[in-house]
C-alpha cells in the first residue's frame, strides 16, 4: 500500500472514498478525511494537501497513518474517551410511565420543565431519556 515516498491506494477504497466525497449526508469531517487521502494518493505533497484542506500536516499525517493501518474503516470517527452517561433504569421507567399514561394538570401536554418537575428529575435527564425513546409529547397527532 505504501513504499517509501509513494503513497498509493486500491482502486476499490479509492471508489469508497470517491464515493463519500459524493455523499451528501455523512459528516464533513469523514468527507475531508477522504479528500486527504485521495490527494496523497494522486502524489500531492503533505504541505499541498494541508493546505488545500485547510488542516495541519500533523493532521495529514494522522489519517495517512490510520488509513495504512485500517483502510477506509480507519477514518470513521471513534468512540471518544469519558464517562458513559447513566440513567438509572427507575428514573427512565418513571419518565416514560408518566409520559405515556397521564396528562399534566397545568398543560395539554408534557413539556421538558414540566416532566422534570413531575418526576422529580433534572431536564437534561428528560430530553435524553425522550430522545431515546424518540418520544415528542409536544407533537400531538390530534387537536385536544
Not at 80 to 101: F, H, K, M, Q, W
Request: overall charge positive; hydrophobic content about 40%; aromatic content about 6%.
Amino acid at each position: 500500500m505504501d513504499t517509501p515516498g509513494v503513497f498509493t491506494i486500491t482502486a476499490h477504497d479509492a471508489a469508497i472514498l470517491e464515493s463519500w466525497i459524493r455523499s451528501t449526508s455523512l459528516q464533513q469531517g469523514q468527507i475531508t478525511r477522504a479528500k486527504i487521502i485521495l490527494a496523497l494518493s494522486e502524489g500531492m505533497p503533505v504541505m499541498d494537501v494541508a493546505a488545500a484542506q485547510r488542516v495541519s500536516r500533523k493532521t495529514v499525517h494522522k489519517w495517512k497513518t490510520r488509513f495504512i493501518e485500517s483502510g477506509p474503516e480507519g477514518l470513521l470517527d471513534q468512540a471518544r474517551p469519558g464517562r458513559p452517561s447513566v440513567i438509572d433504569a427507575e428514573i427512565v421507567n418513571r419518565v416514560l410511565t408518566l409520559t405515556t399514561s397521564r396528562i399534566p394538570h397545568e398543560s395539554t401536554h408534557w413539556s421538558v420543565s414540566l416532566m422534570a418537575k413531575y418526576a422529580g428529575v433534572t431536564t437534561w435527564q428528560v430530553r435524553q431519556i425522550w430522545n431515546a425513546a424518540d418520544l415528542k409529547p409536544h407533537r400531538l397527532r390530534t387537536f385536544k
